[in-house]
């Protein structure tokens, strides 16, 4: 019930596409869905997150779709620019275990130029 | 911007050696946490930390496990007897209060154990 199951593990688009990661969820009491990006050698840095109460929310090329009665939620970038390769990991958590990170796999993008 | 630092950035230690690994968080943060991630492998919880206790914790975070608020600012994670399988990158990471559910990473500390 804990888990987050993140795909595809691994993507390839060409530049100016829409790269889209997927996510789903079984846990209700999840509250909070962040996506965070990761480069090689770095920490992972938040991207964008969402909450339950809508069903999408859009930052620039980022936008995540949620959808609370499949228990998914997936991230959009429009015109993928190959600065956006990287690790990305979807996760989820919630306030009642002290927003504890639960992590899906992670999806290695590739942006061909 | 204020960040998580975290130091080593590399660390290699022998088989059975004590490791302490450092960070220091968002100086008005209060929430703590150590996460870390095998090479190629998903980010795992080992702990989070507040009010200077642990608050909670992983099966990963056994008995060779401690961390330490020593001074205020600082914020360690040791292993007392390394392990092979504790090669990983260990990631420090911080919360401001417990309405925000944001988490800020630090780079992290690769540990190689031989």
């Known amino acids: 019930q804990q888990q987050v199951k993140q795909s595809p593990q691994s993507l390839i688009v060409q530049k100016g596409g829409i790269s889209i990661i997927n996510c789903a969820y079984e846990?209700?009491?999840?509250?909070?869905f962040p996506w965070y990006q990761q480069f090689p050698g770095k920490g992972p840095a938040l991207l964008i997150a969402?909450?339950?109460d809508v069903s999408e929310k859009k930052e620039g090329r980022f936008t995540i779709s949620f959808n609370k009665s499949a228990k998914q939620f997936s991230l959009h970038i429009m015109d993928s620019q190959p600065g956006d390769s990287a690790t990305y990991f979807c996760?989820?958590?919630?306030?009642?275990?002290?927003?504890?990170?639960?992590w899906g796999a992670g999806t290695k993008l590739i942006i061909k130029p | 911007e204020p960040e998580v630092t975290q130091t080593p950035s590399h660390q290699v230690t022998q088989m059975g050696q004590e490791v302490i690994l450092r960070c220091v968080p968002i100086?008005?943060?209060?929430?703590f946490y150590w996460y870390r991630q095998i090479l190629g492998q998903k980010v795992e919880f080992l702990v989070s930390?507040?009010?200077?206790?642990?608050?909670?914790k992983s099966e990963i975070f056994d008995d060779q496990f401690s961390v330490e608020r020593p001074d205020g600012s600082n914020f360690t994670l040791k292993i007392r007897s390394t392990k092979l399988e504790d090669s990983a990158m260990y990631f420090c990471?911080?919360?401001?209060?417990?309405?925000?559910?944001?988490?800020?990473f630090g780079s992290g500390t690769q540990l190689s154990v031989l």
């Open positions: 990471a911080s919360r401001r209060d417990r309405g925000n559910e944001k988490l800020f």
């Open positions: 930390f507040y009010n200077n206790e642990i608050s909670e």
């Open positions: 846990n209700t009491a999840f509250d909070y």
């Open positions: 996760a989820a958590s919630s306030l009642d275990s002290n927003y504890q990170l639960i």
């Open positions: 969402i909450r339950p």
């Open positions: 100086s008005n943060h209060l929430y």
